[in-house]
Structures are given as C-alpha cells and as structure tokens.
C-alpha cells in the first residue's frame, strides 16, 4: 500500500518568516495530494490541494509544489502568522479517495 | 451549506453502554467516511460508505457498526467498547469515489471517552 513521510514533525518559526513541509510517497499512482490543517480540538481543513497533472498551485500565502519524479511535495507558507499555528497533515490518493495521510508536522508561529 | 456537523461533540460511555455517534451534510455528497484519530495522530480510515452502500471496512471490530440511512445521514453504532477506543471520531464526506479523488471535508468529530 501507499506509504506517507512527513517532514519535519516539529517546526518553529518567526512571525513573517517561511515554513516548508515535506512529505514523500512511494506509490507512484498517486495522484492527488491534500494538505490539512488542523488546530487543537478542531477538525481537519482543506487548506489545498494539487493534483498530479500540475506541478505548482499557490493560494495567496500558501503553495504547494510537487516532484512527480521523485515522488515528493511541499507545502509552502510565506509570511506566517500567528494564527496559522497548528498541526499540518499532507496526504496522498491513488484515486478512488482512501487518503494516506502523513504523521503530521506541528507548526509553532512565535510573534 | 458546506458543513458536515456532527453529534454529540463530547460522549461519555461505559464498556457496557451501547450508543451512537451521527453525522449530516447537505452537500450532495455520494461519498461518506468515519475516521477515528487518536491524540498527535493523523485520521485513521474506518469506513466508507459511496452511494449509501459500504465500500470499504478497514478491518474495524465489530463493536464499530456504521449505518448510512440515506445520503445524507451516516451513524456509527458502538456497543462493548474498550478504553482503548477512546479518541476523536470524525466523519467526512466528498463528491463521491468512482475514478478519481475528490476533495473530502470533515466534520468537527465526536470526542468519545469510554470507561
């Protein structure tokens, strides 16, 4: 089955730094990758998501990117906010929607 | 209306209880997902349920019983549970599940405590 790797598990930055996730899969017919965010005690969110027919998709201070070749995908925050502190979940899907998600990465935004 | 809700927030039960957790969207969704999601965890599939018919058991026990009563609605009965299945139990639903991924959306989830 599809195997997610998620990196770094912790991250602390700067309010108006850049933060970068990294998740690698191993299957290659994945082809949708989602990234979650999710603050304590709340649900899951959509943040965005790319598919794999694009390289690139970017969403005002987020982005992602995606290396089909070498099977990885980032995520990209640009000048954090505090409020965008929480845990950060990157998943991937061979179709047919069972997401595979990775272990997570905690997102600390000091002011 | 692109929430899922779910009920109750909060459910305290005991190994002998039997109780049941709902979930509703109004989105149109034909695709409809119970998640349990343990502290510092990513969400963990249990069930899918596409056109109200279920798709895929993740090997769950069977003191886990999902019902999906029409497309709209979906139930997760528990009955002789263990403390160990204490945990946040989401629900989520999406376009559907022929072909392609869509894109699934997640309601706030249940925290179940069992005692």
């Known amino acids: ?111 | 209306d692109t929430e899922v809700t779910q009920t109750p927030k909060h459910l305290v039960m005991g190994m002998t209880n039997k109780k049941s957790l709902k979930c509703e969207q109004h989105m149109g969704h034909r695709a409809m997902y119970w998640y349990k999601q343990k502290a510092k965890k990513p969400p963990e599939l249990m069930f899918v349920y596409s056109y109200e018919k279920l798709s895929i058991n993740e090997s769950v026990p069977s003191r886990f019983s999902p019902e999906c009563p029409n497309s709209s609605l979906l139930n997760l009965h528990l009955h002789a549970l263990q403390p160990e299945d204490s945990a946040l139990y989401l629900c989520a639903s999406s376009q559907e599940t022929s072909g392609r991924a869509f894109e699934q959306y997640f309601g706030p989830g249940t925290r179940l405590t069992v005692t």
């Not at chain 1, 959509?46 to 089909?68: H, M, P, Y």
């Open chain 1, 1 to 111: 089955g599809e195997n997610v790797e998620q990196h770094p598990s912790t991250l602390s930055v700067q309010e108006g730094d850049s933060a970068v996730i990294k998740c690698t899969y191993s299957d290659s017919a994945s082809n949708y990758f989602p990234w979650y965010k999710q603050e304590l005690g709340k649900r899951p969110q959509l943040i965005i998501d790319i598919r794999s027919n694009v390289g690139e998709k970017k969403d005002q201070r987020i982005a992602v990117t995606l290396n089909k070749t070498a099977k990885h995908f980032s995520l990209h925050i640009t000048e954090t906010q505090p409020e965008d502190s929480a845990v950060y979940f990157c998943a991937a899907s061979i179709g047919y929607s069972t997401l595979t998600f990775g272990k997570g990465t905690m997102l600390l935004v000091s002011p």
